[in-house]
């Protein structure tokens, strides 16, 4: 089976569009920003409360916490 012209034509754009697409959705991938990264004010005020209580030494670890429970 032979294309015509203008199906040959039709391809050639369609396939242009999809190389254009390709390069904006790219373009988008590299400036969207992660959702995981996005944190509210509570979960910032929890994360300096944390590292203050790190500095103080007053943090143990999950190991040592399930020991003092018994798990």
């Known amino acids: ?3 015509s012209v203008s199906e040959i034509d039709l391809s050639s754009r369609i396939f242009d569009e999809l190389i254009f697409i390709k390069a904006e959705l790219n ?3 590299e400036h969207i920003v992660d959702v ?3 944190i ?3 979960e910032r005020q929890l994360v300096r409360e944390s ?3 790190e500095k103080g030494g007053k943090l143990i670890s999950l190991t040592d916490f399930k020991k003092q429970q018994g798990l």
Do not use: A
């Open 1 to 3: 089976m032979r294309l």
């Open 36 to 38: 995981d990264s996005i």
């Open 27 to 29: 373009k988008i991938k």
């Open 40 to 42: 509210s004010e509570e």
């Open 51 to 53: 590292l203050i209580h």
